[in-house]
């Protein structure tokens, strides 16, 4: 539901010119978007023995990183910007990307505290992120 929501703001943004109207919204979805791959890749790999939600931060940067390489490289077919604006856009994209990882990885280190704490009535085996609770 929420890559459904994402790709929804994101092609309705660029269709109705809501980016160029709006400048928020490509920060809205580039956070958006970062949160919701975090939570793809932590979902996909909940069995890890990696015991740190944080790994998801520099996994959605690389992730990130590799979408803005594809969008310069066909960037004619997107837009006409300068090199500097686009190395700005590409910058603040990555910050944001990484910012919705985060946010999504410390709500996951808080609710596996709780969980672990005893403070809420979930069980870790409940956890959808995949506590190891020794």
Do not use: Q
């Not at 996909?44 to 996994?59: D, E, Q």
């Not at 310069?72 to 190395?87: I, S």
């Amino acid at each position: 539901v929420w890559s459904v929501l994402v790709s929804g703001l994101h092609f309705g943004g660029v269709y109705y010119n809501v980016y160029t109207a709006m400048p928020w919204w490509d920060l809205m979805t580039h956070a958006m978007g970062g949160l919701g791959v975090a939570a793809l890749l932590a979902f996909t790999f909940r069995g890890s023995t990696l015991r740190s939600p944080f790994w998801l931060v520099p996994a959605v940067l690389a992730v990130g990183a590799g979408f803005e390489v594809y969008e310069f490289l066909f960037k004619a077919f997107w837009h006409h910007w300068t090199l500097e604006f686009y190395v700005e856009d590409t910058i603040i994209d990555l910050v944001l990307n990484t910012s919705g990882a985060a946010a999504f990885a410390a709500a996951t280190a808080v609710y596996r505290s709780r969980v672990r704490s005893g403070s809420t009535t979930a069980e870790a085996d409940g956890d959808p992120v995949g506590t190891d609770s020794d």
